[in-house]
């Protein structure tokens, strides 16, 4: 049954006008270039639009719910705010009905991006999906990729995955420096492979990713602006 709670719903609702309106187009050479950028028409509906400045952590404090920061591809980066939480499958959209669906720091599913993901199956000891300590994290998982193409078979992509820790840094969301550890997850099969990249706190939260969606989508990157507390 999804959860949602009335007040927090309809705080998070009103919240994602106020979200697209931070968002912007302009690709730089970091996740923190692409996801601060200006606002373009293309979010605003109109041919171009006036530049706006990035948004500041004041800015961003003040809206009632939890928030990311996606992109991928040619997308916008824009702003998405938790609207329903699925048994810990939590979704979140934009003002464009645009959505991600995230176990804990894995994504789950996606919504109006295209060819869609439909589902992962996240085994019990990945801790991406469920939050452990980086200290205790496998070295290998395996995860299944579902989708749903219309006129189409259902079809499953299956994934070994191999983790390795690259070293502890500082990263920067939103004007807060955290200090977390890199880590390199690469995934493959008898005829694929793709690589994701995790940035996780000790306790196991993973505060901002890069990672594979399907062979017909563009890897996405995720921030996490304000942590989902349900």
Same mark, same amino acid.
């Given at each position: 049954?999804?959860?949602?709670?009335?007040?927090?719903?309809?705080?998070?609702?009103?919240? !994602?006008?106020?979200?697209?309106?931070?968002?912007?187009?302009?690709?730089?050479?970091?996740?923190?270039?692409?996801?601060?950028?200006?606002?373009?028409?293309?979010?605003?509906?109109?041919?171009?639009?006036?530049?706006?400045?990035?948004?500041?952590?004041?800015?961003?404090?003040?809206?009632?719910?939890?928030?990311?920061?996606?992109?991928?591809?040619?997308?916008?980066?824009?702003?998405?705010?938790?609207?329903?939480?699925?048994?810990?499958?939590?979704?979140?959209?934009?003002?464009?009905?645009?959505?991600?669906?995230?176990?804990?720091?894995?994504?789950?599913?996606?919504?109006?991006?295209?060819?869609?993901?439909?589902?992962?199956?996240?085994?019990?000891?990945?801790?991406?999906?469920?939050?452990?300590?980086?200290?205790?994290?496998?070295?290998?998982?395996?995860?299944?990729?579902?989708?749903?193409?219309?006129?189409?078979?259902?079809?499953?992509?299956?994934?070994?995955?191999?983790?390795?820790?690259?070293?502890? !840094?500082?990263?920067?969301?939103?004007?807060?420096?955290?200090?977390?550890?890199?880590?390199?997850?690469?995934?493959?099969?008898?005829?694929?492979?793709?690589?994701?990249?995790?940035?996780?706190?000790? !306790?196991?939260?993973?505060?901002?990713?890069?990672?594979?969606m399907g062979p017909d989508l563009e890897p996405a990157t995720i921030e996490v602006v304000r942590p989902y507390g349900g």
């Amino acid at each position: 049954m999804t959860r949602t709670g009335s007040g927090y719903a309809r705080a998070a609702l009103a919240a !994602t006008g106020a979200l697209v309106l931070l968002a912007g187009c302009t690709k730089g050479t970091s996740t923190g270039d692409r996801l601060f950028a200006v606002v373009r028409g293309q979010l605003l509906g109109g041919e171009e639009a006036a530049p706006a400045p990035q948004p500041t952590r004041a800015q961003l404090d003040q809206i009632p719910a939890a928030t990311i920061g996606f992109s991928f591809g040619d997308i916008d980066p824009v702003y998405m705010v938790a609207l329903a939480d699925n048994g810990g499958y939590v979704t979140y959209q934009d003002k464009g009905r645009r959505g991600v669906v995230l176990k804990g720091g894995a994504i789950a599913g996606t919504l109006g991006l295209g060819d869609d993901l439909y589902a992962v199956k996240h085994a019990q000891d990945d801790p991406i999906a469920n939050r452990t300590p980086v200290a205790e994290w496998p070295a290998q998982v395996v995860r299944s990729y579902e989708y749903r193409v219309r006129d189409l078979d259902d079809y499953v992509i299956t994934v070994s995955c191999e983790l390795e820790l690259l070293g502890y !840094t500082q990263y920067e969301i939103v004007e807060v420096e955290l200090g977390v550890a890199k880590v390199r997850e690469r995934c493959s099969n008898a005829v694929r492979e793709f690589e994701n990249t995790y940035w996780a706190d000790l !306790t196991g939260f993973v505060w901002a990713s890069e990672q594979w969606m399907g062979p017909d989508l563009e890897p996405a990157t995720i921030e996490v602006v304000r942590p989902y507390g349900g």
